[in-house]
């Protein structure tokens, strides 16, 4: 009966260890991917940059924004955006040192796929741009757009069309926007990169007229394990567009992503 007894207890001690062998795999394998899920994750930049002709109406320009992944199905999400922007010149009092002078506030909405080295996103957005505590007059704009973005990590193409048409949806003179931006990475090593970057935007007017913006940055990364700093110099070798006209200017500046 001892040794009966012995075998039994012996039986239920290995029935005890595949038991917990199979729990401890169990818990090891990764879970089986969802096709829905509610990230509500969030990045963000802050980026600023200092013009080398400093004036009343130019010297420190910044720009903070905030993306979050609402809702995913399989590779699509629903993203909101938001963008703010504080443009800052020389004070004309002496104990004023910055007068911030414009601002833009940006908010979209988009529904964007992922594929394996591609993205395609439609989207809508809502920008207001005008003084900030004084009145300019011809400067207070207001635009509502919709569009269709495409593109990889190195370049994407956004046209966008301003509707509907009327007050309070638009308070500027353009019809269609198209963005074409590039980047063009020259050196990478470990988690340093130097490249350059090429933001291009065209506008056609009410009055049958296209203006442009152009502007041209050498960037160099420094790449973390959850954030990024960019250290930058950029120009705009032309810009006869009415929103925040930078022609010929030159700055340098940095943004921090995470």
């Known amino acids: 009966?001892?040794?009966?007894?012995?075998?039994?207890?012996?039986?239920?001690?290995?029935?005890?260890?595949?038991?917990?062998a199979l729990a401890s795999a169990a818990r090891s394998a990764p879970a089986a991917?969802?096709?829905?899920?509610?990230p509500l994750s969030g990045h963000g930049h802050i980026r600023s940059f200092m013009y080398f002709d400093w004036g009343p109406d130019n010297w420190i320009d910044t720009f903070i924004g905030l993306e979050s992944e609402l809702l995913r199905y399989k590779r699509s999400f629903l993203v909101f955006r938001f963008e703010n922007e504080t443009d800052m010149g020389r004070g004309a009092d002496?104990?004023?040192i910055f007068d911030p002078n414009r601002g833009r506030w940006t908010f979209g909405v988009g529904?964007?796929?992922?594929?394996?080295k591609h993205f395609l996103e439609l989207l809508v957005r809502h920008d207001?741009?005008?003084?900030?505590?004084r009145w300019w007059p011809g400067q207070d704009y207001k635009m509502t757009s919709a569009g269709l973005a495409f593109g990889t990590l190195a370049y994407f193409v956004m046209p966008t069309f301003y509707l509907p048409r009327g007050d309070p949806w638009q308070r500027q003179p353009?019809?269609?926007?198209l963005e074409a931006n590039t980047r063009i990475d020259?050196?990478?090593?470990?988690?340093l990169g130097l490249g350059l970057e090429s933001a291009n935007v065209l506008y056609w007017s009410d009055k049958g007229q296209l203006q442009r913006s152009h502007a041209l940055n050498l960037?160099?990364?420094?790449y973390g394990d959850h954030a990024a700093l960019l250290l930058f110099a950029g120009w705009w070798p032309y810009d006869n567009q009415v929103f925040r006209n930078r022609a010929g200017k030159i700055v340098s500046g940095l943004e921090i992503s995470f």
């Open 186 to 191: 020259i050196f990478r090593w470990s988690r």
């Open 94 to 96: 002496p104990k004023m």
């Open 111 to 116: 529904a964007r796929t992922e594929l394996q």
């Open 128 to 133: 207001c741009h005008h003084g900030i505590d």
């Open 174 to 177: 353009y019809l269609i926007r």
């Open 33 to 38: 991917a969802k096709d829905f899920d509610v």
């Open 1 to 20: 009966m001892g040794a009966a007894f012995i075998r039994s207890r012996g039986e239920w001690f290995q029935l005890l260890l595949v038991c917990c």
């Open 219 to 222: 960037d160099m990364f420094l």
